[in-house]
T-cell receptor, first 114, second 115 residues
């Protein structure tokens, strides 16, 4: 049973296209996140949602729009893809509270924009 | 704002030798500290974490880390590495302000294990 799953694992697309990455967690967590890992493997948070409410938006271009239909899902939609969007995108989830702020990560989605 | 520094970009170690990865953090209060490992082409797996209490924490795969407040460090150690330990290691610090909880990662240390 995969705790945090992402689809697709690989995504290759042309500049200017619109694409979505899906994330689901079956851990019963309240909070979900999207991270971007660049070519130098640096991980940076993009968004976090708590109970379907946006908590963190780290100066991400508005071409990126997270959508949380329910507590277990946080999808990432990207409009007008650019070359610089090529990266690995990780979804994560956690349950807030003392001692419980451990984030569990999905396997990642490698996005390549041509 | 919190931040993490991993001074070593790349470490090469012989199989069976000991390993220590350095991590320094910057945060005004008591931090939540984590070490994650990323094997090639894989996601991040939690190795261990420190929230409070005993400053020496044990993790999975034989790893341990020691929190030293005076040095703002949380170094990761393993007494004897295996070839399967070759991976990217990330130190992270978590900070909470109400519902706003953010995990900040270091730049990572690549570990190569030679036979």
């Amino acid at each position: 049973d995969t705790a945090v799953s992402q689809t697709p694992k690989y995504l290759v697309t042309q500049m200017g296209n619109d694409k979505s990455i899906k994330c689901e967690q079956n851990l019963g967590h309240d909070t979900m996140y999207w991270y971007k890992q660049d070519s130098k493997k640096f991980l940076k948070i993009m968004f976090s949602y708590n109970n379907k409410e946006l908590i963190i938006n780290e100066t991400v271009p508005n071409r990126f729009s997270p959508k949380s239909p329910d507590k277990a899902h946080l999808n990432l939609h990207i409009n007008s893809l650019e070359l610089g969007d090529s990266a690995v995108y990780f979804c994560a989830s956690s349950h807030p509270g003392q001692g419980l702020d451990t984030q569990y990560f999905g396997p990642g989605t490698r996005l390549t924009v041509l | 704002a919190q931040s993490v520094t991993q001074p070593d970009i790349h470490i090469t170690v012989s199989e069976g030798a000991s390993l220590e990865l350095r991590c320094n953090y910057s945060y005004g209060a008591t931090p939540y500290l984590f070490w994650y490992v990323q094997s090639p082409g894989q996601g991040l797996q939690l190795l261990l974490k420190y929230f409070s209490g005993d400053t020496l924490v044990q993790g999975i795969k034989g790893f341990e880390a020691e929190f030293k407040r005076s040095q703002s460090s949380f170094n990761l150690r393993k007494p004897s590495v295996h070839w399967s330990d070759a991976a990217e290691y990330f130190c992270a610090v978590g900070a909470r302000r109400g519902n706003d909880y953010k995990l900040s990662f270091g730049a990572g240390t690549t570990v190569t294990v030679r036979a």
